[in-house]
């Protein structure tokens, strides 16, 4: 069993910079990939970005270029940079990782882009 922690949204400007932590209750190398999604209203879930076991980083093509994610494995957090804001990247975040086949999120945090 995974606790995610998520913290770090809140309301930015366009242009701005926000960066997002993820802390889990284990260490990052007994879980398999850590993965940030997001979901605008009324719409789906979708990936953001992610970094494998070994910490490899993969991102959404929206994301490329702005979006930074990055971990500290002494404390089992997970980072997202997101720099170069715009409006459409209002959306709660949520952590995610799956252990053994359950998949685990965290209780998600808001970010507002809008002027």
């Known amino acids: 069993q995974v606790q995610l922690v998520e913290s770090g949204g809140g309301l930015v400007q366009p242009g701005g910079s926000l960066r997002l932590s993820c802390r889990a209750s284990r260490s990052l190398f007994s879980i398999n990939a850590m993965n940030w999604y997001r979901q605008a209203p009324g719409k789906q879930r979708e990936l953001a970005a992610g970094?494998?076991?070994?910490?490899?980083?993969n991102y959404a093509d929206d994301a490329k270029g702005r979006f930074t994610i990055s971990r500290d494995t002494a404390k089992n957090t997970v980072y997202l940079q997101m720099n170069s804001l715009k409006p459409e990247d209002t959306a709660v975040y949520y952590c995610?990782?799956?252990?053994?086949?359950?998949?685990?999120w965290g209780q998600g945090t808001q970010v507002t882009v809008s002027s």
């Open positions: 995610n990782t799956v252990v053994t086949l359950t998949s685990y």
């Open positions: 970094i494998s076991k070994g910490g490899i980083p």
